[in-house]
């Protein structure tokens, strides 16, 4: 997607100067241009940390799914990120949702990132039982997904390792995240590696 790039880094300013480029869109019945709009304010929203703005713009997004087909552009970004804001707000209603539409689909139909975002949202949602999903989720991750991605699933999978005592494992995970995401120079992922530095170390006391 053109201009994806800023978004995903956090460059909220430059993100709303191109949603502001764009402003004859909104008015535009045409379900891209709807759509285009929409995921430019989802990854906003991601980026300032308001996951419950970031799902509602996400979710607008995948409205468009049948006529723009789930694994064009908009909407192939659009689903992770829908998943990953119902996450963080608990919302499971939400996520069962969002599984669904994509279970919905004939697997020729899905591309290989959805396919390996979904196992992530599963594995996000397997709580005690998650060692397994996780191993494969992330190996989906690194073998169909984008370095982006990945890196929010070593990241996911660090604070699952964390919440079970595996502070060795979760301190690997967490690491590999944040070269991947000083790599990209995508502050948000940074940040969030940052966040859970102090959980790994109240876990080594």
Known sequence: MNGAAWRLCGDTMTAETQLAELRD???????????????????TAAARRQPADALRHARAVLAHADAL????????????LAARAAFELQEIAATDDLLAL???????????????????????LA????AAAFTSAISSLRELSTPYHLAGGLLDHA?????????AAAAQATGEARDIARRLRCQPLLDRAADMAPAESRMRT
């Open 25 to 43: 869109l909104p008015a535009s019945e045409d379900p891209q241009d709807k759509a285009i709009i929409s995921l430019g304010k989802a990854f």
């Open 102 to 124: 994509l279970d919905s689909y004939q697997p020729g139909y899905l591309v290989p990132m959805l396919r390996a975002e979904r196992d992530l949202a599963r594995a996000r």
């Open 159 to 167: 604070e699952y390792l964390t919440r079970h005592g595996d502070v």
């Open 69 to 80: 087909g789930i694994s064009s552009d908009s909407p192939r970004w659009a689903w992770p």
């Open 127 to 130: 709580g005690q039982d998650g």
